[in-house]
């Protein structure tokens, strides 16, 4: 059964393992035969009314959440703010005259999410739960519903519900932008994309021991770690981060690369692991070169670069796919350096200290 473990010392490793699966999955949940994508028509209807989205969530699936604002603004070319939900519920931003709100969560049931649902409700804004378990709270609660189809995720730290819910974001915004005809949709072809991100994780799967090897020279020893990145390479250093903040206790940081500098790099003392991110044509060139001002001041940096951008030296090469839906693949190896980490020092890292798999208090 999905619920076992099989032969995996950790859930955790059996949910980062099943992350190829789970994009097949959504594909075959969210196409038809001849590739286009295929929405609910009550919800196309209602976002395509909306003047702005606004995604809700905290976590991982905020995260998840920075990352589908690109997709649905260039793909369906709608306006999105992404918000943390235990933020949004006290301090409600001015409000477009037509919002729709997204709420992104695996488990449903986040009682600061609920918070947010109750609220705006109340002010009659459309609303859309994106969840692993349509049977909960917020599924109910809302509107519309979308799965994750990512299965039963045990391992508290959250890693196939993520790159679900990523998928999913691109499926619907692609879908959006069909809809209203928007020729960036067009041109996107998101069956192929997601095709290719779950060979690209295969690919990140098979390459555990180097990724071991990695995680124990960078964070051997350490207590404190950066992950560096722009745009959606920013986006996935905030969850690398968080994995390793969840469960090996190294107090990581995920930073904007070009703002390290501007403070934050005070901290970097020989040694500091900091690790870059460079999947992003724009922001490469840079991204290398804020990782130089850190390395010149004796970090231990590593560099994870997709195929097209890979100079000789990096530490890890992820393969390249369509630059907005790169975080699909990258992350697997926050995941796995997390996930190795906590084994080197010996925790439990499906059960992390402190912290519980969904969050029903405000
Ligand atoms: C808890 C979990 C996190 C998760 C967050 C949001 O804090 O430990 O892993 O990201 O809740 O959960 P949700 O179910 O709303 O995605």
């Known amino acids: 059964a999905e619920a076992d473990k099989g032969p995996y010392p950790?859930?955790?490793?059996?949910?980062?393992?099943?992350?190829?699966?789970?994009?097949?999955?959504?594909?075959?949940?969210?196409?038809?035969?001849?590739?286009?994508v295929e929405m609910p028509a009550a919800l196309l209807s209602a976002l395509a009314a909306a003047d702005r989205l606004y995604i809700v969530a905290a976590g991982t699936s905020y995260h998840a959440g920075l990352i589908g604002k690109p997709l649905f603004e260039s793909l369906a070319y709608v306006p999105v703010e992404v918000h943390l939900a235990s933020e949004f519920g006290y301090h409600l931003p001015l409000l477009s005259a037509h919002p729709l709100f997204i709420f992104l969560t695996q488990s449903g049931e986040t009682a600061d999410i609920r918070e947010v649902l109750v609220k705006v409700k109340k002010m009659g804004a459309p609303t859309l739960t994106i969840t692993n378990v349509v049977t909960s709270t917020l599924a109910r609660e809302a509107d519309h519903v979308l799965a994750?189809?990512?299965?039963?995720?045990?391992?508290?730290?959250?890693?196939?519900?993520?790159?679900?819910?990523?998928?999913?974001?691109?499926?619907?915004?692609?879908?959006?932008?069909?809809?209203?005809?928007?020729?960036?949709?067009?041109?996107?072809?998101?069956?192929?994309?997601?095709?290719?991100a779950a060979a690209g994780q295969q690919t990140l799967i098979d390459q555990q021991a180097r990724l071991h090897e990695l995680a124990t020279t960078l964070f051997a020893g350490q207590d404190r770690a950066f992950y560096i990145g722009r745009g959606s390479d920013h986006a996935v250093s905030l969850e690398?981060?968080?994995?390793?903040?969840?469960?090996?206790?190294?107090?990581?940081?995920?930073?904007?690369?070009?703002e390290l500098k501007h403070g934050t790099i005070a901290l970097i003392e020989p040694g500091t692991p900091t690790v870059a991110f460079v999947t992003d044509p724009l922001t490469a060139a840079r991204t290398r070169s804020n990782a130089e001002e850190v390395a010149a001041r004796g970090g231990h940096?590593?560099?994870?670069?997709?195929?097209?951008?890979?100079?000789?030296?990096?530490?890890?090469?992820?393969?390249?796919?369509?630059?907005r839906l790169t975080p699909l693949v990258a992350i697997v190896a926050g995941q796995l350096l997390a996930y190795f980490t906590s084994l080197d020092r010996g925790y439990d890292v499906d059960r992390p200290r402190n912290l519980a798999k969904s969050v029903t208090v405000e």
């Open 10 to 36: 950790f859930y955790m490793l059996k949910e980062i393992n099943e992350q190829p699966i789970v994009m097949r999955r959504l594909l075959a949940a969210y196409t038809k035969a001849d590739g286009q």
């Open 148 to 196: 994750l189809h990512a299965g039963p995720e045990i391992a508290v730290a959250s890693t196939k519900a993520y790159t679900a819910q990523v998928a999913v974001e691109a499926l619907l915004a692609k879908a959006l932008g069909d809809f209203k005809g928007t020729e960036a949709a067009t041109k996107f072809d998101v069956t192929h994309w997601l095709s290719m």
């Open 240 to 258: 690398a981060a968080l994995k390793l903040k969840e469960i090996s206790y190294v107090h990581a940081e995920g930073f904007a690369a070009g």
């Open 301 to 323: 940096v590593a560099i994870i670069a997709t195929s097209d951008l890979a100079e000789v030296g990096d530490d890890l090469v992820v393969p390249a796919i369509e630059p």
